[in-house]
């Protein structure tokens, strides 16, 4: 089985502020894949970030910046200088592979994130 | 353009009535999979397909059925919907597998009365 916990459940900052969005993950595969999606109010599911479990590089995008640590098991998302239309519910996401076929995909809950003008 | 289309993308409809929900994509994908989201529990995976007929469990299966006869199609089936099906619900597909990004169609809002 696995598991993905995000335990912020809603983030409310000021504009410009930095801010980081948790997710601890849980499985007994060597292989495996993290992801973190963006829900805009809109609605839609944007697909931000893959990582695989032998690329413990962090990456940075912009302002999005992503730090994998294996020895925690997180993968955790920065937003640097937020923005208003950061705001959004934010989705971290597990997909292990198990040999005989890859598991399906777990979602974390998700953190609901407010940008304040 | 690549797409992942769902229908209907709002639903209305009374306990017992069997109900499809329509999925399609045109990007030749062989992975397609529902989830469903709701407040506080986030999207949970209901069932996946890795290639025509080859379709699995996900986490909350019970109440669903789906098939997958043609590659580019995954219908949900609802076949005595329930008040607690009341979601909204998404469609998704990848290239291979839950390994890859996937692609979300734009969802369905279920209400089951």
């Known amino acids: 089985a696995q598991k993905v916990t995000q335990a912020q459940t809603e983030i409310s900052v000021v504009e410009k502020e930095d801010v980081t969005l948790d997710c601890v993950y849980e499985t007994r595969d060597t292989t495996y894949y993290l992801f973190w999606y963006k829900q805009p109010p809109s609605g839609e599911l944007v697909f931000l970030i893959r990582r695989n479990s032998f690329d413990e590089q962090n990456e940075i995008s912009g302002r999005y910046s992503w730090n994998f640590q294996k020895s925690t098991s997180s993968f955790n998302f920065t937003i640097t200088a937020s923005q208003v239309v950061d705001s959004a519910v934010y989705f971290c996401?597990?997909?292990?592979?198990?040999?005989?076929?890859?598991?399906?995909?777990?979602f974390g809950k998700g953190t609901h994130l407010i940008i304040q003008p | 353009e690549a797409q992942v289309t769902q229908n209907p993308r709002y639903l209305i409809t009374v306990t017992g009535k069997k109900l499809t929900v329509t999925c399609s994509q045109n990007m030749n994908h062989e992975y397609m999979s529902w989830y469903r989201q709701d407040p506080g529990l986030g999207l949970r995976q209901i069932y996946y397909?890795?290639?025509?007929?080859?379709?699995d469990k996900g986490d909350v299966p019970e109440g669903y059925k789906v098939s997958r006869k043609e590659k580019r199609n995954f219908p949900l089936i609802l076949e005595s919907p329930s008040p607690n099906q009341t979601s909204l619900y998404f469609c998704?597909?990848?290239?291979?597998?839950?390994?890859?990004?996937?692609?979300f169609g734009p969802g369905t809002r279920l209400t089951v009365l």
């Open positions: 397909s890795m290639n025509v007929e080859v379709t």
């Open positions: 996401a597990l997909s292990s592979y198990s040999g005989g076929g890859a598991d399906g995909l777990t």
């Open positions: 998704a597909s990848s290239p291979s597998s839950g390994r890859n990004e996937q692609f």
